[in-house]
């Protein structure tokens, strides 16, 4: 937030007050609800989180358990070739081009117009 103030010397200043607002919903929340998209490390970050929370048993931070817990959440891969998002499979989030479930982001850059 930017606050402008008026000094005595008739000169305007701008001062930065930046605040950080606490987010009410935790990283995995936030891609079931709000993310058609996800990438490694975000499906990463949520389960490290999740794990921290307490909210799932330990377990080593490896590429096969990160897959896992994506499936788990509701996650699929992009079937593009060139693509390494994740998209939200539970919420329907994904669009079918040439025989391939694939993402929104591929979507748009295949022309596509997703309406999600």
Same mark, same amino acid.
């Given at each position: ?8 010397? %008739? ?6 007050? !930046? ?8 990283? !995995? +929340?936030?891609?079931?609800?709000? #993310? $058609? @998209?996800?990438?490694?490390? @975000?499906? #990463?970050?949520?389960? &490290?989180?999740?794990?921290?929370? *307490?909210?799932?048993? $330990? @377990? ?10 994506? &499936?788990?959440? *509701?996650?699929? #891969?992009? +079937? ?20 391939? %479930? &694939?993402?929104?982001?591929?979507? @748009?850059?295949?022309? !596509?117009?997703? +309406?999600?």
């Amino acid at each position: 937030m930017h606050i402008l103030s008026y000094s005595s010397s %008739r000169s305007y200043e701008c001062k930065t007050n !930046l605040q950080m607002i606490p987010n009410k919903y935790t990283a !995995l +929340e936030r891609l079931q609800l709000f #993310k $058609p @998209v996800a990438s490694f490390g @975000v499906l #990463k970050a949520a389960l &490290i989180e999740e794990i921290q929370l *307490g909210n799932r048993l $330990p @377990v080593e931070i490896s590429t096969d358990n990160i897959i896992a817990f994506a &499936i788990e959440i *509701g996650f699929e #891969k992009c +079937e593009s070739e060139d693509c390494d998002l994740w998209f939200n499979a539970r919420k329907e989030w994904f669009m079918i081009d040439e025989g391939q %479930r &694939i993402c929104r982001m591929c979507a @748009v850059l295949r022309g !596509l117009e997703p +309406e999600f």
